[in-house]
Nanobody
Framework: QVQLVESGGGLVQAGGSLRLSCTAS??????MGWFRQAPGRGREFVAA????????SYADSVKDRFTITRDNAKNTVYLQMNLLKPEDTAVYYC????????????WGQGTQVTVSS
């Protein structure tokens, strides 16, 4: 089993930046990704990255603003978020083995991101 711990969330003003981190308890040879969920909303895909980092995917709503990277030596995946908007406000979850259906093998506990206007 793998435990995932997110960090880096917080309160920022619109146009600001945050970098989220997710560290796994053990090496994981999986695609990893980020999802988010706002109150009253369903879980939304944000970004994903292959084991090698060669392949990345982004939701249209965050493309060109967010960047996903990973450091396998540290068992860590990152989400750099720039030009944040109020609509980015949500709890952000990292996951290993993310699927298009919104399911995954393992989930982190989530970290809150709040963007003020």
């Amino acid at each position: 089993q793998v435990q995932l711990v997110e960090s880096g969330g917080g309160l920022v003003q619109a146009g600001g930046s945050l970098r989220l981190s997710c560290t796994a308890s053990a090496r994981t040879f999986n695609t990893m990704g980020w999802f988010r969920q706002a109150p009253g909303r369903g879980r939304e895909f944000v970004a994903a990255i292959s084991w090698s980092g060669a392949t990345t995917s982004y939701a249209d709503s965050v493309k060109d603003r967010f960047t996903i990277t990973r450091d396998n030596a540290k068992n860590t995946v990152y989400l750099q978020m720039n030009l944040l908007k109020p609509e980015d406000t949500a709890v952000y979850y990292c996951a290993t083995g993310p699927r298009a259906s919104g399911t995954a093998d393992y989930w982190g506990q989530g970290t809150q991101v709040t963007v003020s206007s």
